[in-house]
Nanobody, 123 residues
Framework: QLQLVESGGGLVQPGGSLRLSCVASGRSLRYYSIGWFRQASGKAREGLACFNSHDGSVYYEESAKGRFTITRDNAKATIYLQMDNLKPDDTAVYYC????????????????WGQGTQVTVSS
């Protein structure tokens, strides 16, 4: 069973930055697509960024391009989401998710999730 634990959320002012972390354990990530999605209160899940399992390529949803950057440290089995120039509309619970079969455009449908980390952007 793959376990994912997110951290790094918090309260930040508009224009600020945060870096989220997701540590994976229990299974090797080698055969998993892994990435991030978010869910604001009362809204649908929104995919952000992801690594594809088959070639390691990076995928970004349009909403994440330019301000969000996904990276990984394979030695630490950790992925990160650097978020810059944050806006109030970025307020949401951010989830790390992974799947051994699906590819990145379907990050919101991945089978394994963490518990999420709250990001609040407010002055």
């Amino acid at each position: 069973q793959l376990q994912l634990v997110e951290s790094g959320g918090g309260l930040v002012q508009p224009g600020g930055s945060l870096r989220l972390s997701c540590v994976a354990s229990g299974r090797s990530l080698r055969y998993y697509s892994i990435g991030w999605f978010r869910q604001a209160s009362g809204k649908a899940r929104e995919g952000l960024a992801c690594f594809n399992s088959h070639d390691g390529s990076v995928y970004y949803e349009e909403s994440a391009k330019g301000r969000f950057t996904i990276t990984r440290d394979n030695a630490k089995a950790t992925i990160y989401l650097q978020m810059d120039n944050l806006k109030p509309d970025d307020t949401a619970v951010y989830y790390c998710s992974a799947d051994p079969a699906r590819l990145c455009p379907f990050v919101t449908q991945f089978t394994d999730w963490g518990q999420g980390t709250q990001v609040t952007v407010s002055s």
